[in-house]
């Protein structure tokens, strides 16, 4: 087997992360790999924002996961930063392997080094595969979160 290396995305990787965000029961609904022009944009926002840090996993020059963590800034915690983690996925044919592990170690490991005092994600309510994942990881069901589509 070959090493997995976690790196910064580039705007070459974005269809292959499209791709992995529209490949489950959510995601299949609200993505459309058809036209790549926002998910461009969208790179190129997240790229040059310091507080954005796209990432991805390869492995023989395959991209085989992804996630997106948020440095945010805040008072609260006497002045903490807050890292969120985002859109975590790994290649269908990759589930199962330990990558998913792989890549939340990384994310945690980034937060620490970047002094983040926590590390936050929220997770959809049907994705009780992945709240179980999580938990392992050692995250704890803290609060309830809320959205609002516009």
Not at 31 to 59: K, M, S
Request: glycine share 8%.
């Amino acid at each position: 087997m070959s090493e997995i290396h976690i790196r910064r995305a580039e705007a070459a990787d974005v269809e292959p992360i499209v791709a992995m965000l529209a490949d489950d029961h959510l995601g299949r609904s609200r993505e459309n790999t058809a036209d790549p022009a926002p998910y461009q944009r969208a790179f190129a926002a997240i790229d040059a924002d310091r507080n954005q840090l796209l990432a991805v996993a390869e492995e023989d020059g395959e991209l085989i996961g992804t996630l997106q963590l948020t440095f945010i800034p805040g008072l609260s915690r006497q002045g903490a930063t807050r890292a969120l983690v985002e859109a975590v996925r790994v290649r269908a044919d990759r589930r199962g392997g330990g990558l998913g592990g792989q890549l939340m170690k990384w994310a945690v490991e980034e937060a620490r080094r970047r002094d983040c005092a926590l590390i936050q994600l929220t997770s959809d309510v049907s994705r009780t595969g992945a709240h179980r994942f999580y938990e392992k990881l050692g995250f704890e069901r803290s609060h309830a979160g809320f959205k609002l589509l516009l």
